[in-house]
Nanobody, 126 residues
Framework: QVQLVESGGGLVQAGGSLRLSCAAS????????MGWLRQAPGKERELVAG????????YYVGSVKGRFTISRGNVRNTVYLQMNSLRPEDTAVYYC???????????????????WGQGTQVTVSS
């Protein structure tokens, strides 16, 4: 089993920045595509960004393009989400996600991910 642990959430004013981190532990043999999901109150969970196991393939949902950057760390199976120019509508619980894959492409559908963390709250005040 793979465990994912997120950190870095918090409260920030609109226009500010936050950096989320995620580390995978447990049975992390093999290559994992990773991503960040979010769920706002009363809304469905959505995929925000995804990255392939090599970091060469990226995906962003339209509302965060140009503001958020997903990247992989030097430590195997770590991933970050740099969030700039934050808006109140970015307020949500953010979850790290992963899927074991043999293909070096980002997973772009929510249903592809089969491991999730517990989530970290991001609140953007206006």
């Amino acid at each position: 089993q793979v465990q994912l642990v997120e950190s870095g959430g918090g409260l920030v004013q609109a226009g500010g920045s936050l950096r989320l981190s995620c580390a995978a532990s447990g049975r992390t043999f093999g290559n994992y595509a990773m991503g960040w999901l979010r769920q706002a109150p009363g809304k469905e969970r959505e995929l925000v960004a995804g990255i392939s196991w090599s970091g060469g393939s990226l995906y962003y949902v339209g509302s965060v393009k140009g503001r958020f950057t997903i990247s992989r760390g030097n430590v195997r199976n770590t991933v970050y989400l740099q969030m700039n120019s934050l808006r109140p509508e970015d307020t949500a619980v953010y979850y790290c996600a992963a899927v074991l894959t043999s293909r070096d492409i980002a997973a772009i559908r929510l249903s592809e991910y089969d491991h999730w963390g517990q989530g970290t709250q991001v609140t953007v005040s206006s």
